[in-house]
């Protein structure tokens, strides 16, 4: 079988060279790179340029829309019957491509998804981030456990899709965030299908810093009423959990403060919980400390962003791009 992988950029030239290299040591290599450079001002195409006796790669440059429509822009210049989605933050393992093409070998199917995780050479915040996000006790585990293989909600950092199926869902809406959400939803309701591939992990690097992060899980927050605007019935109780956590904890301090010091215990608790089990999973004391930071930033990011869309969209009921009006990136 002959991919296509498409990757959107922005402003990531060092980042691009990173997963070209882990491209480059590829055990499978029956496949094309397209790097989209969305209206970056510090452009790639150096980086491109140095990997093209090595690679099937090109490079293509055009006006700022965001991930989603530069990934159909990629898509529209693909060869490949089968398109791979990544994030340009994505390290990629040397058998990832073999692993996916055995699998649709065996079994082809319409979509798929697969996990991520820290690379050693991250820095701890990262690791505490990749903790928080895939945690079970911060909600990221919850979604696209092994009970749920056979119909995954793939996250456009790790996607693959047949690309007559893409086309016939007109690709990524123009969403500003959670455009590999709405993506999913479609792709479910016209009675396609998407699977989970444990085996075809990649290295994420996410966000760098908590300002970022929390900016990051924000929008995810804002997409979440988005999408449930756009399709009635999408919500889950697992997307209230953030903000339900992000009001009990600041109930409980309020409590603490006014009524008594008990009402605390839950909070240092969950915080226990937090250090015990990322210490344990990522083998670092202190990473076991900073997840206890990532993970409330990621909960309390979320939740005020959920809280916020539902202020904006419902309460005051603006438009999708009437609420949110920064552009992408930003």
């Known amino acids: 079988m002959f991919f296509s992988v498409v990757v959107p950029v922005y402003n990531r030239a060092d980042e691009v060279d990173e997963l070209l290299d882990s491209l480059t040591k590829q055990t499978f290599s029956n496949f094309e790179v397209i790097i989209v450079e969305d209206g970056s001002t510090v452009t790639c195409e150096n980086v491109v340029n140095k990997y093209k006796s090595l690679l099937d790669v090109q490079y293509l440059f055009k006006s700022n829309s965001g991930p989603g429509l530069s990934r159909n822009y990629g898509v529209e210049h693909s060869k490949g019957d089968y398109i791979v989605i990544f994030d340009s933050d994505c390290i990629i393992p040397p058998d990832y491509m073999k692993t996916v093409n055995d699998y649709l070998e065996k079994k082809l199917v319409d979509a798929y998804g697969g996990p991520d995780r820290a690379h050693e050479s991250f820095s701890d915040i990262q690791k505490s981030i990749n903790y928080s996000m895939t945690s079970f006790f911060t909600t990221g585990g919850i979604r696209g456990g092994k009970k749920r293989l056979d119909k995954y909600h793939p996250r456009s950092y790790n996607l693959g899709v047949n690309k007559s199926v893409f086309q016939k869902l007109n690709g990524f809406s123009n969403m500003r965030f959670g455009e590999d959400m709405d993506f999913c939803i479609r792709l479910f309701n016209n009675g396609y299908n998407a699977v989970l591939i444990q085996e075809a992990w990649v290295y994420h690097k996410r966000r760098v810093d908590f300002r970022?992060?929390?900016?990051?899980?924000?929008?995810?927050?804002?997409?979440?009423?988005?999408?449930?605007?756009?399709?009635?019935?999408?919500?889950?109780?697992?997307?209230?959990?953030?903000?339900?956590?992000?009001?009990?904890?600041?109930?409980?301090?309020?409590?603490?403060?006014?009524?008594?010091?008990?009402?605390?215990?839950?909070?240092?608790?969950?915080?226990?919980?937090?250090?015990?089990?990322?210490?344990?999973?990522?083998?670092?004391?202190?990473?076991g400390i900073i997840s206890i930071f990532s993970s409330f930033i990621q909960l309390f990011g979320y939740g005020f962003g959920f809280i916020n869309a539902v202020w904006n969209r419902y309460i005051l009921k603006k438009p999708e791009y009437g609420a949110y009006t920064q552009t992408f990136y930003k």
């Open 212 to 287: 970022k992060f929390f900016k990051q899980v924000f929008n995810s927050g804002i997409a979440r009423i988005n999408l449930l605007k756009r399709h009635p019935g999408s919500m889950k109780l697992v997307h209230l959990l953030p903000t339900c956590f992000s009001l009990g904890v600041i109930a409980l301090i309020l409590l603490s403060i006014f009524v008594s010091s008990y009402f605390v215990l839950p909070i240092l608790l969950y915080c226990l919980l937090i250090f015990i089990d990322a210490s344990i999973k990522e083998k670092s004391v202190k990473i």
